[in-house]
């Protein structure tokens, strides 16, 4: 059974940095592509940033310069190293990946619970 588990979650000032970790365990053959999402109170969830198997990155426009997707692949592990915070990034944030739990498996998209990250003077 797969899990992803979320940490690094916080209380955080305006200006200061978080940095979000998500390990995947369990029978896992194959990680694709891991992401981190967020949802703010009475708001859909979003796509924040992605990073590939081989480590290209994307990030939601809001985020680039300030925030930084990386990964470990040996760990199956994915990192979301957040500098600068803004009020507006409060949210519960959501690790996601693609993975295949054996050889013969498909590809399945996992979830985690969520950590929440609030950003307040």
């Known amino acids: 059974q797969v899990q992803l588990l979320e940490s690094g979650g916080g209380l955080v000032q305006p200006g200061g940095s978080l940095r979000l970790s998500c390990a995947a365990s369990g029978s896992i053959f194959s990680i694709g592509y891991m992401r981190w999402y967020r949802q703010a109170p009475g708001k859909q969830r979003d796509l924040v940033a992605a990073?590939?198997?081989?480590?290209?990155?994307n990030y939601v426009e809001s985020v680039k310069g300030r925030f930084t997707i990386s990964r470990d692949n040996a760990k199956n592990t994915v990192y979301l190293q957040m500098n600068s915070l803004k009020l507006e990034d409060t949210a519960d944030y959501y690790c996601?990946?693609?993975?295949?739990?054996?050889?013969?498996?498909?590809?399945?998209?996992?979830w985690g619970q969520g950590t929440q990250v609030t950003v307040s003077s």
């Open positions: 996601n990946a693609d993975l295949r739990a054996s050889r013969e498996s498909r590809l399945e998209n996992y």
């Open positions: 990073v590939s198997s081989g480590g290209s990155t």
